[in-house]
């Protein structure tokens, strides 16, 4: 097990950068489910100000309708120059001026009053839509009675209907299930750029023809060299899933209803699976470290944007959207691409997973061979 | 313990060793010695099955060498050239990983890893990095990844190159201390100082062909040039005629007032010469006679320096 050893030796000598990008990761993850907590609709009242001129039923009204969700400072006089600047400087979200004739104006269809709101802000939509909500019901039982009827408007007003959102999928669960999904989008191109990333280096400094020399020449056998090495590369592969996989539970624990885990697991332990075969064919091609940290960075990010990790695939063109099916990370995503995913349903993509697996590992074999066979020259 | 015979090695084109034969008994330091690419690393690799060789036949400890010949890899040991140590790791990881590939039982190891630690005098430096030793520092912990495991037969391929000289005394005591205890060494180098005070023996290679071997006696006594004496003259008379005359005499150099005489036969040269001196009333200040230096040997074997 001395092989077996030194790699995770060589591993640990790396803990400190490990612990630094696994905290950076968890800390960005803690901040993408912070903002991935699903829609939400909010009330808010406004800040009114009434200016009423008037002594009407009409004036009263508009008042009571006003009041009914907001604060409304009811006033009889304004300096019109003060209220543009408190709405300026959002002391207040708009004003109602009403109109001394307020009553005849109705009467005539002309304009009872006037609005003060800021354009850019959403207040001013709220206000008019309330006042002009108020004037239209008004109207209508005007035209329908003959008479003005603020009471039996404003009961109008306040009849409501109940919306139920037809959703087949429970809301709550549907939005846990894009947290976490996002998570371990996010997880497996950390697995991916990790793995790369540090065993390529330690496989550099196992590579090196001097250092391979050393180890041809003493009784371990080359089976055992590799079966040690493959068992050390699987332990660090299987580590990197369990860190990512339990602090994602960890991180979102009271967020896992309707959270295939069974497929998470799997789609991420077949991913380092992949990354492990990948990094065995680009260690029989180089040992170089700053070319082995490029490709690592290459590979990861640019599969990661192909397959819709950063932005979601259906942003994408069609184009990459196609190129992306050829791609592993794609299939690891459509592991658990549903709340219900079934295993029927992954069965496709973690199938296609293996294959990738064996293709990297068939090719790396032939690598290895080539350059095993180049030591001999 | 180790016999090549015939051994023939290329690649492609080029002929690294050629018909090459050479034997090591037990318990000795022999000497492999050449130029640069005359094929030693090669003969080495050969003989550790590192390399296919074409033709020809290697046994060490009387069987035949072999990839998959555990046995006789078991009690090999091997210090290359160039230094094979992991960066990331310290001193004694370093060597208790590669002392691991030969020493299964943990206890046993770390004893054996202790001892090498003692024997390249690197106790202070357990917990150093190899970025952290100097560069005679990391020759001795190469060495020490490859002698942990006690060898029976230790390949060492040039461990003083770039080497300060207090670690290569160090080397070098260390080498014979290995002797001492019962290992035999096949010591490669282009330094031929060493292998005078090395090796019990020397092969002499060049174009990958073994063009001599033997004691430095025996390959003193086999070449034409048997004592070289040097003589400082004061007389501005260019006397190299007149010495050419002498008995025996194969070669006179001069060197300003500096004169080399080579003699083919080892039989009274000093009296004869001075005895001319007195003749020929000539003031001398010093004199001195040698025998050939390996220098020499190598010189007058392969026509070219050994350090070309």
């Given amino acids: 097990m001395t092989v077996f050893k030194g790699m995770l030796l060589h591993f640990w000598r790396y803990k400190i950068m490990v612990i630094i990008v696994t905290f950076l990761f968890f800390g960005i993850a803690v901040l993408f489910a912070q903002n991935q907590s699903g829609e939400a609709f909010e009330t808010s009242s406004m800040d009114i100000k009434i200016v009423n001129e008037a002594d009407s039923e009409i004036a009263d009204g508009l008042i009571d309708h006003l009041s009914t969700n907001n604060d409304v400072d009811v006033v009889n006089d304004y300096d019109r120059d003060q209220v543009v600047e408190e709405i300026y400087l959002m002391e207040i979200d708009g004003a109602v001026v009403i109109d001394e004739n307020i009553e005849s104006k109705f009467v005539n269809g002309a304009s009872a009053v006037e609005l003060f709101t800021d354009p850019r802000g959403t207040g001013s939509i709220h206000l008019n839509n309330e006042v002009s909500k108020y004037f239209r019901f008004l109207d209508a039982d005007y035209n329908y009675t003959g008479t003005v009827d603020t009471e039996n408007t404003l009961s109008t007003l306040e009849h409501g209907i109940t919306v139920n959102i037809a959703d087949p999928e429970n809301t709550a669960e549907a939005s846990d299930f894009e947290g976490m999904k996002f998570y371990t989008n996010f997880a497996g191109y950390i697995i991916m750029l990790l793995l790369l990333m540090f065993i390529g280096n330690i496989m550099t400094e196992f590579n090196q023809p001097e250092l391979r020399d050393r180890v041809r020449v003493s009784p371990l056998k080359t089976v055992s060299y590799t079966a040690q090495i493959i068992s050390a590369q699987s332990i660090m592969g299987i580590f990197s899933v369990l860190i990512l996989f339990f602090g994602g539970i960890f991180i979102r624990w009271d967020s896992l209803d309707g959270v295939p885990l069974d497929k998470i697991f799997v789609a991420l332990l077949l991913i380092s699976l992949f990354t492990l075969s990948l990094q065995f064919v680009i260690s029989s091609l180089t040992t170089n470290k700053f070319l082995i940290n490029g490709i690592a960075n290459f590979i990861s990010i640019g599969m990661a944007f192909l397959s819709g990790i950063f932005i979601p695939e259906e942003v994408l063109g069609e184009t990459v959207q196609n190129i992306a099916r050829f791609l592993p990370l794609y299939h690891f995503t459509q592991i658990y691409a549903e709340p219900g995913i079934t295993w029927s349903d992954s069965f496709t993509h973690v199938t296609i997973l293996l294959l990738f697996i064996i293709v990297m590992l068939i090719i790396g074999i032939i690598f290895e061979n080539k350059r095993k066979s180049s030591f001999n020259l | ?308």
């Avoid at chain 2, 039982?105 to 005098?121: H, P, Y």
């Fill in chain 2, 1 to 308: 313990m180790i016999l090549m015979k015939d051994v023939i090695k290329r690649y492609k084109e080029v002929i690294a060793l050629d018909h090459f034969s050479f034997s090591a008994g037990e318990n000795e330091i022999i000497g492999l010695l050449g130029p640069n690419g005359c094929g030693k690393t090669t003969a080495i690799n050969c003989m550790l099955s590192i390399l296919k060789f074409d033709k020809g036949e290697i046994e060490i400890f009387g069987e035949k060498v072999d990839p998959n010949n555990n046995d006789i890899k078991q009690r090999i040991g091997v210090v290359p050239q160039e230094i094979a140590i992991f960066n990331n790791l310290n001193v004694v990881e370093n060597i208790s990983f590669f002392c691991g590939l030969y020493v299964k039982d943990s206890k046993t190891r770390k004893k054996l890893v202790d001892e090498a630690i003692e024997f390249v005098g690197l106790e202070k430096y357990r917990k150093f990095s190899p970025r952290q030793l100097s560069g005679g520092m990391k020759r001795r912990l190469n060495i020490a990844c490859g002698i942990a495991h006690k060898p029976d037969l230790l390949f060492l391929d040039e461990p003083t190159v770039a080497v300060d000289a207090q670690s290569r005394n160090f080397i070098l005591e260390g080498v014979k201390k290995m002797k001492d205890n019962g290992t035999t060494v096949v010591y490669t180098t282009h330094y031929l100082e060493e292998a005078e005070d090395l090796c019990d023996r020397l092969v002499i290679m060049d174009n990958g062909r073994n063009i001599a071997q033997g004691t430095l006696n025996e390959l003193q006594r086999s070449i034409s040039t048997q004592e070289s004496i040097t003589v400082s003259f004061l007389d501005d008379e260019d006397l190299r005629k007149k010495l050419k005359s002498l008995p025996n005499v194969v070669n006179v150099e001069k060197s300003g007032e500096i004169y080399t005489i080579q003699f083919e036969k080892h039989q009274n040269n000093l009296p004869n010469l001075i005895k001319f001196i007195e003749e020929n009333q000539l003031t001398y200040t010093q004199i001195s006679s040698e025998k050939p230096s390996l220098s020499n040997i190598f010189l007058e074997l392969t026509g070219k320096e050994l350090r070309d």
